[in-house]
């Protein structure tokens, strides 16, 4: 069974004549496992369609499925918990709460997703030292470089084993190293725990790396490439 | 956790939260303060007036004049035995004074005076001399004793010796030599400004009385709030004759002191409502500065109703912390006043009004319950203030909230 199915979804912003169609008829399914990329210009309806898989968004006509349950039927906070218990983000611009340490940001994603371990603080840790961050769990995202913001913004989004991460152009805001070794970091936790990864990005360095490139130009795939 | 990120977004605009949190200080401290100002008064009002003139009972004549220095003795109450026996078996002190006005004179200076007939006897039972303030000797026999005002406008001193003239009981005119055996201050400023304190024995022989007869009968309980005693009390009540309680004697005045309560409650509460626009203002600004963080936890599985809480927790926390160190400020300087008071003799000394019953002494009134409730109004207008800026804040759509 695919972890996302998405049958032709339209998102439609605006009226009248200010009506914006950014996406028009999407279909596309992910298997578990994936490694996919969603590429395309800027303005082509990448980051719409990581919001209606993400949950964060419904679409305006069209359905899209999680590991089956059709999204579009639940409402805001069953929404929220599937968010929290199933799908992991990674943003462009890390997004870490600032006034919590690294730590406490990994934690309180369990903590959302009603993690109800007493082992939560060190589950926490685990995921920061998996992602090479073991001796700055007490940092403040101020006081970590934009690479190491980044491993923690992929520890949070991995530590409560969700079913889908979502990864809006993860490395564009680091340098080609840092991103190489952010993405190395993703590819492996693909690899070992088979969590399905679907990234946006125009970075030639993550397509290289992804099992499949599906490219959106004007809200339209217009092409599905497996690699 | 929520707690803790409500603490640690609270101190991200320090300066901003202190400005917030000053103004609920300064209306629970203002609630607290206001309260316990116009209850001291009150208690400063009825303790002027029944310590040193009314006591907590009272049987006069019949339409008994209450303005001015109007003392009239051609109708007095006669205390008989039936009167006696019932104030002797009303289970407080008892005492009985005769109030005149004289006109006081020394060296050509004259003054109309409040003169208080007592009997040496009973009257320190019903009327307490604790806070008197003597220089000489309180008479029980011979000589009179003077208020500090008579003494300073009649330039009076002890061993002087003054006229006193009045009209007596059946209407003669007469005069009395009378030494003068101390000087007081008593603390009310109803006896302190016009007040000469006679022995009964000197009282009658000017007024041409008997013993048997007295312009007011004075009742003093060990707790002031015994209803019963009027009651008990109507019937032996001779006739031609009222009985007014402390209540009586002092509602007017107490009114008055409503009034200003109430002023005072608007004051406080026109104080928070800025205080809440100021957190609400606060909140607000945290909520458009922190769109893109409410966006991830949103995205992270935050729910609508977990946002609001966050937002009403910063504002409860501000609340909670301003309710606190105002209710520590504005009760420790009352329980300061409530313990040292506030002397106000000089102010009542240069006031007008000197038949108004206030006792020189202010001490304001200590209430735990006031305090209470400042804190609880202080905290619930905390609350109320920032759920709009968190319903606005839960409002914002997470997939834009994100990228903002």
Redesign the interface.
């Given at each position: 069974m695919a972890i996302v199915q998405v049958v032709g979804a339209w998102k439609t912003y605006g009226q009248g004549a200010a009506e914006v169609h950014a996406l028009r008829g999407v279909s596309i399914s992910i298997a578990p496992g994936e490694f996919t990329v969603i590429s395309g210009p800027s303005g082509s309806g990448k980051s719409t369609l990581l919001n209606l898989i993400g949950c964060l968004d419904s679409p305006t006509k069209g359905r899209v499925q999680l590991e089956g349950t059709d999204v579009s039927m639940l409402r805001g906070p069953q929404l929220a918990a599937l968010r929290a218990r199933r799908i992991g983000f990674i943003f462009q611009s890390f997004n870490l709460i600032p006034v919590l340490t690294a730590r406490e940001n990994v934690e309180l994603a369990l903590q959302l997703a009603k993690y109800d371990g007493s082992d939560a603080k060190a589950r926490a840790e685990a995921a920061l030292a998996a992602v090479g961050l073991g001796d700055l769990y007490d940092r403040r995202p101020n006081q970590l470089s934009g690479g190491q913001q980044q491993r923690v913004a992929v520890a949070r989004a991995l530590v409560k084993e969700p079913a889908l991460v979502i990864a809006d152009e993860p490395t564009a805001n680091l340098d080609s190293k840092t991103g190489s070794a952010v993405l190395d970091i993703m590819r492996e936790m693909n690899e070992e725990r088979n969590i399905t990864f679907l990234f946006s990005t125009h970075d030639p360095k993550v397509m290289a790396r992804a099992h499949r490139v599906v490219t959106l130009t004007d809200g339209l795939i217009t092409a599905d490439e497996a690699r | 956790?929520l707690v803790?990120?409500a603490v640690?977004?609270l101190?991200?605009n320090l300066r901003r939260t202190l400005l917030s949190l000053g103004s609920v200080i300064a209306g629970v401290a203002v609630i607290i303060l206001g309260q316990g100002f116009v209850g001291g008064l009150e208690e400063n009002t009825i303790r002027a007036q029944v310590d040193t003139m009314s006591a907590h009972l009272s049987i006069r004549p019949a339409d008994y004049p209450t303005e001015g220095l109007t003392h009239p003795v051609d109708a007095l109450v006669p205390v008989d035995a039936g009167l006696t026996a019932a104030l002797d078996s009303s289970g407080g002190k008892w005492t009985t004074r005769t109030l005149f006005a004289p006109r006081a004179v020394h060296r050509g200076d004259s003054i109309r005076a409040r003169a208080i007939s007592y009997d040496p006897v009973r009257d320190p039972q019903v009327f307490p001399r604790e806070m008197w303030n003597v220089a000489g000797e309180i008479p029980t026999d011979e000589g009179v004793l003077i208020s500090r005002g008579v003494a300073r406008l009649l330039e009076l001193n002890i061993g002087d010796v003054f006229v006193l003239q009045v009209r007596t009981h059946k209407g003669a005119v007469n005069a009395l030599e009378v030494p003068v055996a101390g000087v007081v201050s008593v603390g009310s400023p109803i006896v302190d400004r016009f007040g000469i304190l006679l022995p009964r024995k000197v009282g009658n022989a000017l007024l041409g009385i008997d013993d048997g007869l007295v312009s007011h009968v004075h009742l003093r309980f060990p707790n002031r709030n015994r209803s019963t005693a009027a009651e008990d009390l109507t019937p032996a009540l001779p006739r031609a004759s009222e009985m007014v309680t402390w209540q009586d004697e002092t509602r007017a005045m107490l009114q008055m002191h409503q009034i200003r309560r109430t002023a005072l409650n608007i004051l406080a509460f026109a104080l928070l409502l800025m205080s809440a626009a100021g957190i609400a203002n606060t909140i607000l600004m945290a909520a458009y500065e922190r769109v893109?963080?409410i966006?991830?936890?949103?995205?992270?599985?935050?729910?609508?109703?977990t946002v609001v809480s966050l937002f009403v927790l910063e504002g409860g926390l501000m609340g909670a912390a301003g309710s606190v160190l105002g209710a520590l400020i504005g009760g420790a300087v009352v329980l300061y006043f409530n313990i040292n008071g506030i002397d106000l003799s000089v102010a009542l000394e240069n006031a007008s009004g000197g038949n108004v019953p206030v006792s020189t002494m202010l001490y304001l009134e200590f209430s735990q319950l006031v305090i209470a409730f400042a804190m609880v109004f202080g905290l619930a207008v905390a609350v109320m203030a920032s759920i709009y800026p968190a319903l606005v804040a839960s409002n914002m759509?997470?997939?834009d909230a994100?990228?903002a």
């Amino acid at each position: 069974m695919a972890i996302v199915q998405v049958v032709g979804a339209w998102k439609t912003y605006g009226q009248g004549a200010a009506e914006v169609h950014a996406l028009r008829g999407v279909s596309i399914s992910i298997a578990p496992g994936e490694f996919t990329v969603i590429s395309g210009p800027s303005g082509s309806g990448k980051s719409t369609l990581l919001n209606l898989i993400g949950c964060l968004d419904s679409p305006t006509k069209g359905r899209v499925q999680l590991e089956g349950t059709d999204v579009s039927m639940l409402r805001g906070p069953q929404l929220a918990a599937l968010r929290a218990r199933r799908i992991g983000f990674i943003f462009q611009s890390f997004n870490l709460i600032p006034v919590l340490t690294a730590r406490e940001n990994v934690e309180l994603a369990l903590q959302l997703a009603k993690y109800d371990g007493s082992d939560a603080k060190a589950r926490a840790e685990a995921a920061l030292a998996a992602v090479g961050l073991g001796d700055l769990y007490d940092r403040r995202p101020n006081q970590l470089s934009g690479g190491q913001q980044q491993r923690v913004a992929v520890a949070r989004a991995l530590v409560k084993e969700p079913a889908l991460v979502i990864a809006d152009e993860p490395t564009a805001n680091l340098d080609s190293k840092t991103g190489s070794a952010v993405l190395d970091i993703m590819r492996e936790m693909n690899e070992e725990r088979n969590i399905t990864f679907l990234f946006s990005t125009h970075d030639p360095k993550v397509m290289a790396r992804a099992h499949r490139v599906v490219t959106l130009t004007d809200g339209l795939i217009t092409a599905d490439e497996a690699r | 956790m929520l707690v803790r990120l409500a603490v640690r977004n609270l101190s991200r605009n320090l300066r901003r939260t202190l400005l917030s949190l000053g103004s609920v200080i300064a209306g629970v401290a203002v609630i607290i303060l206001g309260q316990g100002f116009v209850g001291g008064l009150e208690e400063n009002t009825i303790r002027a007036q029944v310590d040193t003139m009314s006591a907590h009972l009272s049987i006069r004549p019949a339409d008994y004049p209450t303005e001015g220095l109007t003392h009239p003795v051609d109708a007095l109450v006669p205390v008989d035995a039936g009167l006696t026996a019932a104030l002797d078996s009303s289970g407080g002190k008892w005492t009985t004074r005769t109030l005149f006005a004289p006109r006081a004179v020394h060296r050509g200076d004259s003054i109309r005076a409040r003169a208080i007939s007592y009997d040496p006897v009973r009257d320190p039972q019903v009327f307490p001399r604790e806070m008197w303030n003597v220089a000489g000797e309180i008479p029980t026999d011979e000589g009179v004793l003077i208020s500090r005002g008579v003494a300073r406008l009649l330039e009076l001193n002890i061993g002087d010796v003054f006229v006193l003239q009045v009209r007596t009981h059946k209407g003669a005119v007469n005069a009395l030599e009378v030494p003068v055996a101390g000087v007081v201050s008593v603390g009310s400023p109803i006896v302190d400004r016009f007040g000469i304190l006679l022995p009964r024995k000197v009282g009658n022989a000017l007024l041409g009385i008997d013993d048997g007869l007295v312009s007011h009968v004075h009742l003093r309980f060990p707790n002031r709030n015994r209803s019963t005693a009027a009651e008990d009390l109507t019937p032996a009540l001779p006739r031609a004759s009222e009985m007014v309680t402390w209540q009586d004697e002092t509602r007017a005045m107490l009114q008055m002191h409503q009034i200003r309560r109430t002023a005072l409650n608007i004051l406080a509460f026109a104080l928070l409502l800025m205080s809440a626009a100021g957190i609400a203002n606060t909140i607000l600004m945290a909520a458009y500065e922190r769109v893109r963080e409410i966006g991830t936890l949103r995205a992270m599985g935050m729910t609508r109703r977990t946002v609001v809480s966050l937002f009403v927790l910063e504002g409860g926390l501000m609340g909670a912390a301003g309710s606190v160190l105002g209710a520590l400020i504005g009760g420790a300087v009352v329980l300061y006043f409530n313990i040292n008071g506030i002397d106000l003799s000089v102010a009542l000394e240069n006031a007008s009004g000197g038949n108004v019953p206030v006792s020189t002494m202010l001490y304001l009134e200590f209430s735990q319950l006031v305090i209470a409730f400042a804190m609880v109004f202080g905290l619930a207008v905390a609350v109320m203030a920032s759920i709009y800026p968190a319903l606005v804040a839960s409002n914002m759509a997470p997939a834009d909230a994100v990228r903002a």
